[in-house]
């Protein structure tokens, strides 16, 4: 079979997917026991009632209605001042899946100003996402650090060699905002913490959120987690996740370790 896996054309880097590329990669199943241990909780996304401003605020009453979740499994611990708090939020509508991440900090700090460029050693947000309900061997990842200087790609994880590749060619049409409470890239004082709110389109997903369309009760697999940078001079950071990372040591993008997120009417 013939096999289309991604084309690229013109500067927008337009994204087409065939089906075939789900139909023909590795799955790890959501309830292989030999790779999940125990059910991965499913987050419950509600509606959004009303329209959401991506201001990096929590102003909208729809986002009480969100089911709020920790990102509670820290790894890459050094002191204890690398154990900050996190919060995630998701709603979705018709157009937009929403994301806003709720970060104590008492270090804000972020280096990287080049777009693609590495987003993960500063104070940044991570969503990793497919639209299929099964942990594949390739995502969608957007990490964004707390100046709003992006970094999205394609992950296709051990995908040839045991190699992972980031195709970071792809440069989705998304909005996304951070307020930060403090001062950025200055140790010498106490921060507070820092915001961001997410909207991305369906269409970020091309085609190939087809598969799964979003409506109630469809499940899309998922992780979201956050990278905690404390000094200026250092490229040390902590790491927090919504979901854990058990198997391979430090590697946030091993999809059997990805959740599940159902769409609801609530
Ligand atoms: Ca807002
Ligand atoms: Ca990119
Ligand atoms: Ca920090």
Redesign the pocket.
């Known amino acids: 079979m013939k096999q289309k896996i991604i084309n690229y054309s013109g500067l927008k880097g337009i994204l087409t997917i065939s089906i075939c590329l789900v139909a023909s990669l590795p799955v790890f199943s959501q309830t292989d026991k030999q790779l999940v241990i125990g059910e991965q909780p499913v987050y419950k996304v509600s509606r959004a009632r009303e329209s959401?401003?991506?201001?990096?605020?929590?102003?909208?009453p729809g986002?009480k209605n969100a089911e709020v979740q920790p990102l509670s499994y820290f790894f890459r611990l050094d002191k204890p001042v690398d154990r900050q708090n996190s919060k995630f939020r998701m709603l979705w509508d018709d157009e937009n899946l929403y994301l806003?991440y709720e970060c104590e900090d008492t270090s804000l700090t972020a280096r990287e100003t080049k777009f693609d460029g590495r987003t993960y050693i500063d104070d940044c947000a991570e969503f990793f996402v497919v639209p299929v309900p099964d942990s594949i061997y390739m995502h969608f990842g957007f990490e964004i650090n707390i100046t709003e200087v992006r970094y999205d790609y394609i992950v296709l994880w051990r995908y040839y060699n045991n190699r992972t590749f980031f195709i970071s060619g792809y440069n989705p049409e998304y909005k996304v905002?951070a307020v930060c409470e403090g001062t950025i890239n200055n140790d010498k004082d106490k921060d507070k913490g820092w915001t961001m709110?997410f909207a991305i389109p369906f269409t970020a997903f091309s085609n190939f959120q087809n598969v799964t369309r979003p409506k109630p009760g469809a499940r899309w697999a998922f992780q979201a987690v956050r990278q905690d940078r404390n000094s200026v001079d250092d490229r040390f950071r902590s790491t927090s996740t919504l979901y854990p990372i058990y198997v391979y040591r430090l590697d946030v993008h091993q999809p059997n370790r990805f959740g599940l997120f159902e769409f609801t009417d609530n």
Do not use: H, V
Not at 52 to 60: A, L, N, P, S, V
């Open positions: 959401i401003t991506i201001d990096g605020r929590m102003d909208e986002w806003f905002k709110e």
